[in-house]
């Protein structure tokens, strides 16, 4: 532990990518909240991990990620204020030797704790790194206005809701094969919408919450953050389209077939004809 951690590639990237999102009217208020699994390597060189602020218990253990930190935001603090005082709105946190629980290392410095939804972050982790042979590192949940808006219009199911917004733009396909998974609507912060968001995260890089938001996973902040905002833009021509009066042509089955050899991707079963 030598260097200034506000020098740090991993927090100035961030501060960097919480500020797109809030830019981009996704996170009013305390809304939205992001975690980065960080190595004990990168957090050593600015952090001293002997040194523990205060120790916290996790509602129900997670032993599948014992030893591993996370640059996570605050419960109830505001993305706009993130990239000016990082030292406030964000923390370090290390997942104690059993998963039961977590210390933190730095951050939250006018007091505070990890985020109200920390089961579905830490949840999300364990089950994106099963299934990306640990490279996934980033799990972003946002409010993402188009995607949000949607909800109220189509069927609230994961094939439905992957096709309309792979029609809106031809990247969609590539970007998100395997589709976005959807949820009922569920009380937020809770151990069970974390187990359920988790569950789905196996299936699908993205999985949308009905009526309050997104949760995007990947192994980079960019790649998480360029996911989501793939996924809102269709949304946002989606919502166009529909206030035009509805689509009148589009990409069909067969061109979908050759888009996906095109890119080498696998696209979700049951989607296509
Ligand atoms: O952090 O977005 O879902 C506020 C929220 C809760
Ligand atoms: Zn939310």
């Known amino acids: 532990m030598s260097k200034n951690i506000l020098e740090a590639d991993f927090l100035n990237k961030m501060r960097e990518i919480i500020n797109y999102m809030w830019e981009k009217g996704w996170d ?10 960080l190595t004990e390597k990168e957090v050593k060189d600015y952090v001293d991990t002997e040194k523990i602020k205060e120790k ?3 509602e129900a253990a997670i032993p599948g990620l014992a030893g591993e ?3 996570v935001t605050g419960s109830g603090k505001y993305f706009m204020n993130v990239s000016k005082k990082p030292e406030n709105n964000l923390g370090i946190i290390k997942i104690n030797q059993d998963g ?9 410095e006018n007091g505070g704790q990890p985020t109200s939804e920390l089961a579905a972050h830490l949840l999300s982790h364990q089950a994106r790194m099963q299934v990306t042979d640990n490279q996934n590192r980033v799990v972003m949940h946002t409010h993402a206005t188009n995607l949000i808006a949607l909800t109220y219009v189509l069927e609230l199911n994961s094939k439905t ?30 151990e069970k919408i974390g187990e359920k968001t988790a569950e789905l995260m196996k299936k699908h890089p993205i999985v949308i919450w009905p009526f309050h938001g997104v949760f ?28 035009m009066g509805g689509a009148n042509k589009g990409i069909t089955d067969q061109e979908f077939k050759d888009l996906a050899a095109r890119f080498g991707v696998e696209p979700m079963a049951g989607v296509l004809e």
Not at 101 to 108: E, R
């Open 28 to 37: 009013e208020r305390n809304g939205g909240n992001v975690s980065y699994r």
């Open 56 to 58: 916290f218990e996790l």
């Open 69 to 71: 930190f996370f640059l």
């Open 100 to 108: 039961s629980g977590y210390s933190l290392h730095w951050g939250y």
């Open 161 to 190: 809701f992957t096709r309309k917004l792979w029609e809106m733009s031809t990247e969609c396909l590539v970007v998100f094969p395997e589709g976005v998974g959807i949820l009922p609507w569920l009380v937020p912060g809770t």
């Open 216 to 243: 995007g996973t990947g192994k980079s902040l960019d790649e998480a953050f360029g996911l989501i905002d793939t996924a809102e833009k269709a949304a946002d021509i989606l919502v166009k389209v529909n206030s």
